[in-house]
């Protein structure tokens, strides 16, 4: 009579059981990305205004040709503007970040605090951080002006506008360059520079030979982590600039938000400008994830022997 | 080829009151000498590499090249690695990973100071190769070898070198005991072809035998014996270095225990036979009982237990055997060692 504890297992076989436990998860999915994604897909395709109270029109591609054929070609400046900011910003990072890191890694007294006091910025909120930096920066009773002895006007009507997002930028996410960099130039062993050393190869050698294409993975997924972060940059300009239009720091997500926020425009084409970004996104992504795949089957570590 | 003479090699790791990792170890390694290094782990083998080599400062000290020149020997304990002239292949390998085979094997070569040009680079590299049998492997990437192809990379990129000196620091101890086996014979005839010298490190007995002509027993940072294999086979200085050799291992007896087996005695503490030295004959009556019987294909390895003493004992596989079996033992008093400790 004694059935033993496997009896009621039979209750649900163990395929449903799987299910039920997906399916919370599938659920939320659905009702807060896959339903989004769609309504703002049919959104972006009519003019809806969320404050006149009259039925949707559907428009077709409208929206999306006033984006594009805009006469002041303010998306694809937004979108080029973008572009550079990310191609500078991470540069930067990555030079400075590099170096840094080559720096850190000989051992010297204080080295844990320095580097603990070298990481503080990446802690902090990007807005308490863009607080800060607009302090700063303000033409009139700003620190910088007054170190600089100049009256720099970092205003988003000028050029020097987007500088400052880069200076910014680059200070905040330096130290999570200085941090991917140190962990790989850590995991090159020891023993390869000596062997260099052995076979006569100088500093700049076993720079550009041994330490160069041993950290570049790590450097690389540093890069592409920035890249994509910087490229949907929003806080730093916000909080520097605003919203406004027409700005040197009018980035991607800057307009968007502009677009959307900022008037009593239909949402219909922010909405079309939300999905051009997405597109971007995912393209970039995409790219991104294949060169990933890419450096992991090439750049695979030697393969490990005893130590 | 240059000769060597190490005198006083002292390191010292961490605290002051620690042993010291090398303990005033002298010795010499002749011109086109292959001198193996042979000790246990943390015997301060490879350290003593890396201080011939220039990658470890010693304590105190001297290490001296002797050219032949008028000018005698020189002291090179204060040059840096890249001025020594030396070659070292490392236990983990050390190839450099982003470059193919080829690169690998001319790297030592591309430094500015030896000004070879490229024809003169892409020469050696190649007839490397070709010794080492790597020819066709010289456009892969050193991940895609296996681990005997990274080793004989390791040991080509020495050897491209033409160095003075050789340092080998267990370059086989990862590899499978087959291939080791073949490599043994490459290295060794690889080292006899080029005439130059070699220190060669390994905790392995077999490796040591079949390659030194002479072999240094190091333990615990200090030399205990060094000698041709063969003497330090049969005259061993002490119970240490005579356990470090032959498998399966050295019979050490009391001189009770010597004297209950009915043994000649010395005034000695201790007695060592060697496996194969005891003559082994069936005998219903006898005083053995073999209690473990292991067959090696051309020799058989017994486990005898006489009255009490447990003794290691080879025989030839026509002696038919099991375990339970009876025995009597003979020895000749000449391949009995009589050691202090």
């Known amino acids: 009579m004694n059935q033993g504890r496997g009896a009621p297992a039979r209750f649900m076989s163990e395929s449903s059981v799987r299910n039920l436990c997906i399916m919370p998860a599938l659920a939320l999915l659905i009702a807060f990305n896959v339903f989004p994604l769609l309504a703002s897909l049919g959104i972006s395709l009519t003019d809806f205004n969320p404050i006149i109270d009259t039925a949707p029109r559907f428009v077709g591609m409208g929206n999306y040709r006033d984006l594009v054929e805009s006469p002041r070609q303010e998306v694809w400046r937004s979108f080029s503007r973008t572009g550079f900011l990310v191609l500078v910003t991470v540069g930067l990072e990555t030079l400075i970040g590099f170096a840094v890191a080559l720096l850190l890694r000989r051992s010297f007294r204080g080295r844990g605090l320095f580097t603990a006091i070298l990481l503080i910025p990446m802690m902090l909120s990007p807005a308490v951080m863009g607080s800060f930096w607009r302090y700063l920066f303000n033409a009139d009773y700003g620190a910088l002006n007054w170190f600089l002895d100049a009256r720099l006007n970092w205003d988003g009507s000028r050029a020097l506008a987007f500088w400052a997002v880069v200076i910014a930028e680059v200070w905040m996410w330096t130290p999570f360059m200085i941090l991917l960099s140190l962990a790989g130039l850590n995991a090159i062993p020891e023993t390869l520079y000596e062997a260099a050393e052995v076979d006569r190869a100088g500093a700049w050698f076993r720079f550009r030979h041994i330490t160069l294409p041993l950290a570049a993975p790590m450097v690389l997924l540093g890069i592409v982590f920035r890249a994509m972060d910087t490229f949907r940059l929003f806080d730093t300009a916000m909080v520097l600039n605003g919203n406004l239009e027409g700005q040197h720091t009018t980035f991607v997500s800057v307009l968007l938000h502009a677009r959307g926020f900022g008037g009593s425009r239909s949402l219909g084409e922010p909405t079309a400008l939300a999905y051009l970004l997405l597109i971007a996104s995912l393209a970039l992504a995409t790219l991104v994830l294949r060169y990933l795949d890419h450096v992991r089957g090439v750049g695979a570590p030697e393969r490990g022997r005893r130590p | ?341």
């Not at chain 2, 430094?111 to 490229?118: F, P, T, V």
């Not at chain 2, 080791?180 to 490190?201: A, F, W």
């Open chain 2, 1 to 341: 080829m240059p000769a060597y003479e190490i005198a006083g090699l002292t390191v010292a790791f961490g605290n002051a009151g620690a042993r010291p990792a090398l303990d005033g170890v002298s010795f010499k390694v002749g011109a086109g000498e292959l001198l193996v290094v042979l000790g246990r782990t943390g015997s301060g083998k490879t350290t003593l590499l890396r201080s011939i080599s220039g990658l470890q400062k010693p304590a105190a000290g001297r290490i001296l090249e002797d050219g032949g020149g008028p000018q005698g020997p020189v002291d090179i304990s204060s040059l840096p690695p890249h001025g020594r002239d030396m070659a070292m292949v490392f236990q983990n390998f050390s190839l450099y990973p982003r470059m193919s085979v080829k690169e690998n094997l001319a790297f030592p070569l591309r430094a500015k100071a030896l000004g070879l040009s490229a024809g003169e680079i892409e020469a050696r590299v190649s007839q490397a190769a070709e010794t080492l049998g790597l020819s066709d492997k010289l456009c892969r990437s050193p991940t895609e070898l296996s681990g005997g192809e990274m080793q004989r990379v390791a040991i080509g990129r020495a050897l491209v070198r033409r160095p003075r000196l050789f340092l080998m620091d267990e370059p086989l101890a990862s590899l499978d005991a087959k291939l080791r086996e073949r490599m043994v014979l490459e290295i060794r005839g690889l080292q006899r072809s080029l005439g130059c010298g070699m220190i060669y490190v390994t905790h392995d007995h077999v490796e040591a035998m079949s390659l030194a002509d002479r072999i240094l027993v190091l333990d615990r940072g200090k030399v205990l014996q060094a000698g041709p294999p063969e003497e330090i086979y049969r005259h061993p200085c002490d119970s240490r270095v005579a356990r470090m050799l032959g498998r399966p291992g050295i019979n050490l007896l009391t001189s009770e225990e010597g004297g209950r087996m009915g043994l000649p005695l010395s005034e000695k503490r201790l007695l060592g036979v060697r496996p194969e030295s005891w003559r082994v004959t069936a005998d219903p009556a006898g005083p053995a009982v073999a209690s473990v019987v292991e067959h090696l294909g051309p020799q058989m390895a017994l486990v005898l237990d006489v009255q009490g003493i447990v003794l290691r004992v080879t025989a030839p596989p026509s002696l038919r055997v099991k375990a339970g079996d009876r025995f009597r033992l003979g020895v000749d008093p000449a391949d009995i060692l009589y050691l202090d400790r």
